[in-house]
């Protein structure tokens, strides 16, 4: 279905949330969404799948456990949310020539909005790469080669991020709508579900504060 | 002499940690600034015109309307439902399924199919569903008692009592107005270029403007097929009188929370505008005049501003009291020379409550149009960038940024259970934004984080024993959950009008303060509580119908007209 990009972000972070993110990972795993969304990737789908394969897992449990060398988690699979929230953060890294490499990290698509924003702060294009997927992005357009159709992989070995030359053929433009098919919207619903309270007959009445009549 | 043309260049805008108080925002009003006029002026300026393609109601006024704005470069048309209510159904809570009228607004002109789609639709409203064809989307209930004595006078060949419209404001008050992509709507980012859509809110300030022609339309429709022959014409200076109520609950109150940068820019932009005119050396005689004409209105303006809610009753004598007290001073000052405003609201600063001296920050706006008009442009929130941490910030930095712009909540005891003694929560019932009692109720669980303050406290305490040369980025990959509010510290050192600095979640918040200020920014008057978290407002009471915007002189039709132009 096609929805608007708010809609997505909106039910990504309360997605997010409900899957036990805190707050501000969250809002930045709903943006990610958008941002994914409204290249037509598969950001909606991959979430999903990244909140289903680490829900009751601690973030710790799946970040990096130290941000020099190789990024990889302290056991298992690295979050590409973590993963990609810390490389926004070391963004400055990259001008210095420097590349950022995480290693057995799940999703990596959900990798490539952060890297995005990156290369918008270092305000030079940047190149995510795995397996033979290679993705260069300005922040706002991207380029993508993909032989082997492994832009939607589960999971890599080794992802590299680097800053790239500006390139010259026309980039794939973002647009204004996403499609979300039904049954990834659902799975995101009983994530999101989970941040509602329950409502009782004294919330009814008095959590949102009416109470009177309205036929005056 | 020179030392005097520093002091007139030198006043700056007012603190962040005084506007920015919960008492002060609720005690916010309109401005030139405000949604409503500002839309309003371009309307008038760029002569947009108006149409009513469809008009098709039965004698209870179910059918259905088509109003048709058109500015220079396109067209947008709302799109009206009128349905028949049962009174045990009619409520403005969120949580209703039935409402007297629904709306669209959509972008061009509709044809047939596309009526056949929302009226599928939009009657449904949140259970139904729209398209990027469609700006926004919301519904209305009449205010029974006045639309039956309305009806009842004009079927009857008589007039309205001017009193009993007086005492209500409206006909109908929308309860809830949606854009920005909600339901499948159009994103703002889609409209966002156009010049009319550059101030906040315009979609659906328009979609309010056509909505309050549709409603005396239908009134007079209902009116006309009850009495037939004998049945009149409302009076246009009583049609004129009514605005569009709204009826708001918290939904509204979150939004400036969490648009932090937005929000800065509506209240960064109103103080720029009270600077500016603070430091003007002198006033002409005609800006004088045009300031005392206008406090002689908003004198009449707050004695038909009624509320039967203790809080606001306390209020309006204060202010009631205090705009006398302004105009006996106003009476006797020179307006003209030696910075008058400066010194009329430094003496206001001293003499008058938050209300009165609020009210008088909007009024010494309204004749210096040339001057802050221009600062709507700087209302909406541009700033793509200001999403991102720089997690290269030094740990040193943001705890001085978390000084500066959070001493108010580092000096709170947050264990104490008054100040935390609400949580902001959403019902699974239409997702409702509540707020209910922490320490009594299942909900911390489901807490939304709307308490900035306490949530910067616990971030300053845990970077109490970090190495003030770290970077951010280490901190924050052991400490994810405070990147929320890092985040925020960032944006509020860039935008010091971002952040409420007053506690929202203790026991005597009143969530009354945040709908007002967010409601003055849209232009609305006549704030009426019906609880601490709950109000009733009036919109473009007393503006132009879109037939009489070209004879409008000046846009200072927020203002009721004075008693001496009434008698």
């Known amino acids: ?216 | 002499m020179k030392l005097q043309t520093e002091t007139s260049q030198g006043v700056s805008k007012r603190a962040p940690e005084k506007v920015m108080r919960l008492s002060r925002l609720g005690s916010f009003h309109q401005s030139r600034l405000s949604f409503m006029r500002i839309l309003t002026r371009r309307m008038t300026r760029e002569n947009w015109t108006f149409s009513r393609p469809v008009f098709a109601f039965d004698e209870k006024g179910v059918g259905h309307a088509v109003y048709c704005a058109h500015t220079p470069d396109r067209t947008y048309s709302l799109i009206a439902f009128g349905h028949d209510l049962p009174a045990d159904q009619r409520s403005d809570r969120v949580i209703a399924e039935r409402w007297d009228s629904t709306f669209t607004l959509f972008d061009g002109v509709p044809d047939a199919s596309d009526i056949a789609r929302l009226e599928q639709n939009i009657p449904l409203q949140e259970a139904g569903r729209v398209t990027e064809k469609e700006l926004s989307v919301s519904r209305a209930n009449r205010s029974v008692r006045l639309w039956d004595h309305v009806v009842s006078h004009l079927a009857a060949g008589t007039q309205p009592d001017p009193e009993a419209i007086a005492k209500v404001g409206y006909l109908m008050r929308t309860t809830a107005v949606y854009g920005s992509g909600k339901l499948g709507a159009a994103d703002r980012e889609m409209i966002a270029d156009r010049p009319e859509c550059a101030a906040p809110f315009q979609i659906e300030m328009l979609s309010v403007f056509l909505t309050r022609t549709y409603v005396r339309d239908l009134v007079q429709h209902v009116a006309d097929q009850k009495g037939g022959d004998k049945a009149v014409k409302l009076n246009a200076d009583i049609a004129r009188s009514m605005g569009i109520g709204n009826s708001t609950g918290l939904g509204m109150a979150p939004f400036l929370v969490n648009h932090p940068m937005l929000f800065n820019n509506w209240v960064a932009a109103r103080e720029e505008a009270i600077a500016t005119v603070r430091n003007l050396a002198i006033a002409t005689s005609e800006e004088a005049a045009a300031f005392r004409d206008l406090l002689d209105r908003s004198i009449v303006s707050a004695d038909l501003w009624h509320s039967a809610h203790p809080i606001q009753i306390d209020k309006l004598v204060q202010l009631r009291v205090d705009l006398t007290k302004l105009a006996a001073h106003v009476a006797q000052a020179d307006l003209q020379a030696a910075q008058p405003w400066d010194r009329l609201f430094s003496w206001a600063e001293s003499a008058l409550g938050e209300d009165a001296q609020e009210c008088l920050a909007s009024l010494m706006l309204e004749p210096y149009g040339a001057l802050v008009d221009h600062l709507a442009d700087q209302m909406s929130d541009r700033d793509r960038h200001a999403f991102r941490i720089d997690g290269a910030m030094r740990v040193a930095e943001l705890r001085a940024i978390l000084e500066r712009a959070y001493g108010w909540a580092l000096d709170i005891d947050w264990a104490e259970k008054e100040q935390c003694a609400r949580a902001w929560y959403v019902s699974a019932e239409k997702l409702e934004p509540r707020l209910g009692e922490r320490f009594e109720e299942p909900i911390a669980a489901y807490e939304q984080p709307l308490a900035p303050g306490r949530d910067a406290a616990a971030l300053y305490a845990a970077l109490q024993d970090e190495d003030g040369a770290a970077p951010l980025a280490t901190f924050l990959l052991a400490h994810p959950e405070h990147r929320h509010s890092v985040r925020r510290a960032q944006v509020v050192n860039r935008a010091p009008y971002a952040e409420i600095r007053d506690n929202t979640i203790g026991s005597d918040l009143l969530p009354i303060d945040m709908l007002r200020c967010k409601l003055s920014f849209f232009g609305a008057t006549h704030f009426d509580p019906r609880s601490d978290r709950w109000v009733r407002i009036c919109m473009f009471g007393n503006a132009p119908y879109p037939e009489e915007l070209q004879a409008m002189k000046d846009d200072s039709w927020s203002y009721p007209p004075s008693a001496r132009d009434l008698s």
């Open chain 1, 1 to 216: 279905m096609s929805h608007s990009l708010n809609e997505i972000e909106a039910q990504a972070k309360r997605a997010a949330r409900g899957a036990g993110l805190p707050w501000g990972m969250a809002e930045e795993a709903a943006r990610a969404t958008r941002w994914l969304a409204s290249h037509d990737l598969a950001g909606p789908a991959l979430l999903a799948d990244v909140l289903t394969q680490n829900d009751g897992v601690a973030h710790a449990q799946v970040a990096p456990a130290a941000l020099d060398g190789v990024w990889r988690a302290p056991s298992g699979p690295l979050c590409p949310l973590a993963g990609g929230a810390a490389l926004n953060d070391c963004a400055d890294r990259l001008t210095a020539n420097k590349s950022i490499e995480m290693a057995d990290v799940s999703f990596p698509l959900l990798v490539l909005p952060f890297a995005a924003w990156a290369a918008l702060h270092i305000k030079q294009p940047v190149r995510l790469t795995w397996q033979d997927v290679e993705i260069d992005t300005d922040g706002v357009g991207i380029w993508v080669r993909d032989p082997h159709s492994e832009i939607n992989t589960d999971k890599t070995a080794m992802l590299i991020c680097q800053k790239t030359e500006t390139r010259q053929e026309p980039a794939s433009r973002p647009g204004l709508r996403g499609t979300v098919a039904s049954d990834i919207w659902a799975r995101l619903d009983n994530f999101a579900k989970r941040t509602y309270a329950p409502a009782t007959d004294a919330s009814r009445l008095l959590g949102a504060g009416a109470g009177t009549s309205d036929n005056d």
